[in-house]
């Protein structure tokens, strides 16, 4: 293996606290990083850095750990353009515009599903995502499902099992026969290719119980829940993931402060997805809420054909300061360290000694920028495993 020094960095992003200026993002300035192979064997200052075999000069940029987008529903097909320019002319967002994607899902081609997922997948890579996360959903039969997992698992090894997306059509006259499905068939043949289990648990979608039952049987399987919860409406959603120790919560939009509570006390991350507010003119979630009661928070895409059609963290990161009441210290922290915090890893979303060599190179001095030039491509270089790949 070679050994690469990335050197003079203006402002590095370690988010080890123990670095540099002792905050979370652990800075350092004029800083240097030492690749060999797929880890990060050294961080400090450039003037100290060791001799490698290769040497980049960064010129005065920022670097910071690559994104990682723990949510996103990638395993699709079609779009939905018309919903979105209705939603846009005045007409409410509903979960049932699911059903749209999963007809055009069903319909088309293994083939056609990986290239789809390819395709966003580059290009979240060029914007600096690194580590993601993606469900099934979208085709809520038992062949369906089995089918969107090994697609993603082409793709990702965070692969989460989403067939409690919303009751199929198939069965819509029949919900519990759906969750008998979801926990029976379908989860035995889901279960091989998931790591995760997740439920929309919602007004239209899953209530409580069935939310439970739904987890519960993942659990026995083996799969670890995530749930989608308190979106669009208060619900019973974050009560149960923290009760089930789920890795994360996702939306936690309309929290009570006894939401706020279990959050701050318990291990599961609230993972906030603002580009769902944006595309659907809805209320944006309070980060200033959960971070002061000391809830860990990340920031996802929620990629998704639906109600966020984005790949861009750094846009989400923008979203997350101009309107939800993040500092843009805590939005890079919780896009990539709260990232991998929601999936329980510890070998991303950090730039320290051991830890996977996911990099990314601003064309800005500091992480800032991101937010404050919203929209502007600020991303130079990436790394994901110690090879450069933009």
């Given at each position: 293996m070679t050994t690469t020094a990335v050197t003079h960095i203006a402002s590095l992003v370690t988010n080890d606290p123990s670095l540099g200026n002792g905050t979370p993002l652990g800075l350092i300035h004029d800083a240097a990083v030492v690749i060999d192979g797929d880890r990060i064997v050294w961080t400090g200052e450039s003037s100290k850095a060791p001799a490698t075999d290769n040497v980049l000069d960064a010129a005065g940029r920022a670097v910071i750990p690559g994104f990682v987008d723990s949510h996103s529903h990638l395993v699709f097909a079609g779009d939905r353009t018309e919903e979105f320019n209705a939603r846009m002319s005045g007409q409410p967002y509903r979960a049932g515009g699911i059903r749209t994607t999963v007809a055009a899902t069903r319909a088309a081609s293994d083939d056609d599903l990986s290239a789809n997922v390819a395709r966003y997948l580059a290009e979240a890579l060029r914007q600096g995502t690194t580590t993601f996360e993606t469900k099934s959903g979208y085709g809520l039969t038992v062949e369906d499902e089995a089918r969107a997992l090994r697609i993603a698992g082409r793709h990702t090894d965070e692969v989460t099992y989403l067939g409690a997306h919303i009751v199929s059509p198939d069965y819509a006259d029949d919900p519990a026969g759906y969750v008998d499905l979801v926990t029976g068939p379908m989860l035995d043949a889901c279960a091989p290719h998931a790591r995760w289990i997740d439920v929309f648990c919602e007004q239209g979608a899953f209530d409580g119980d069935q939310a439970r039952a739904i987890l519960t049987a993942g659990r026995a399987k083996g799969l670890h829940p995530r749930v989608h919860a308190n979106q669009?409406?208060?619900?019973?959603?974050?009560?149960?993931?923290?009760?089930?120790?789920?890795?994360?919560?996702?939306?936690?939009?309309?929290?009570?402060?006894?939401?706020?509570?279990?959050?701050?006390?318990?291990?599961?991350?609230?993972?906030?997805?603002?580009?769902?507010?944006?595309?659907?003119?809805?209320?944006?979630?309070?980060?200033?809420?959960?971070?002061?009661?000391?809830?860990?928070?990340?920031?996802?895409?929620?990629?998704?054909?639906?109600?966020?059609?984005?790949?861009?963290?750094?846009?989400?990161?923008?979203?997350?300061?101009?309107?939800?009441?993040?500092?843009?210290?805590?939005?890079?922290?919780?896009?990539?360290?709260?990232?991998?915090?929601?999936?329980?890893?510890?070998?991303?979303?950090?730039?320290?000694?051991?830890?996977?060599?996911?990099?990314?190179?601003?064309?800005?001095?500091?992480?800032?920028?991101?937010?404050?030039?919203?929209?502007?491509?600020?991303v130079n270089a990436v790394w994901r495993r110690g090879e450069r790949v933009v």
């Amino acid at each position: 293996m070679t050994t690469t020094a990335v050197t003079h960095i203006a402002s590095l992003v370690t988010n080890d606290p123990s670095l540099g200026n002792g905050t979370p993002l652990g800075l350092i300035h004029d800083a240097a990083v030492v690749i060999d192979g797929d880890r990060i064997v050294w961080t400090g200052e450039s003037s100290k850095a060791p001799a490698t075999d290769n040497v980049l000069d960064a010129a005065g940029r920022a670097v910071i750990p690559g994104f990682v987008d723990s949510h996103s529903h990638l395993v699709f097909a079609g779009d939905r353009t018309e919903e979105f320019n209705a939603r846009m002319s005045g007409q409410p967002y509903r979960a049932g515009g699911i059903r749209t994607t999963v007809a055009a899902t069903r319909a088309a081609s293994d083939d056609d599903l990986s290239a789809n997922v390819a395709r966003y997948l580059a290009e979240a890579l060029r914007q600096g995502t690194t580590t993601f996360e993606t469900k099934s959903g979208y085709g809520l039969t038992v062949e369906d499902e089995a089918r969107a997992l090994r697609i993603a698992g082409r793709h990702t090894d965070e692969v989460t099992y989403l067939g409690a997306h919303i009751v199929s059509p198939d069965y819509a006259d029949d919900p519990a026969g759906y969750v008998d499905l979801v926990t029976g068939p379908m989860l035995d043949a889901c279960a091989p290719h998931a790591r995760w289990i997740d439920v929309f648990c919602e007004q239209g979608a899953f209530d409580g119980d069935q939310a439970r039952a739904i987890l519960t049987a993942g659990r026995a399987k083996g799969l670890h829940p995530r749930v989608h919860a308190n979106q669009l409406s208060y619900g019973p959603g974050v009560q149960l993931a923290v009760e089930l120790d789920a890795a994360s919560a996702d939306h936690c939009t309309h929290l009570t402060d006894a939401d706020v509570d279990a959050l701050a006390q318990g291990n599961t991350v609230a993972t906030l997805l603002p580009g769902a507010e944006f595309s659907t003119r809805a209320e944006w979630p309070d980060a200033r809420r959960l971070l002061d009661a000391g809830a860990t928070v990340a920031l996802s895409t929620d990629c998704n054909p639906g109600s966020s059609f984005t790949s861009s963290v750094p846009f989400c990161i923008a979203l997350a300061v101009r309107d939800m009441g993040m500092t843009p210290d805590e939005a890079v922290w919780a896009a990539t360290a709260g990232g991998a915090a929601a999936l329980r890893r510890t070998d991303v979303g950090r730039i320290t000694p051991g830890a996977r060599a996911d990099l990314v190179l601003l064309d800005a001095p500091s992480h800032v920028h991101l937010a404050y030039r919203p929209g502007v491509p600020l991303v130079n270089a990436v790394w994901r495993r110690g090879e450069r790949v933009v």
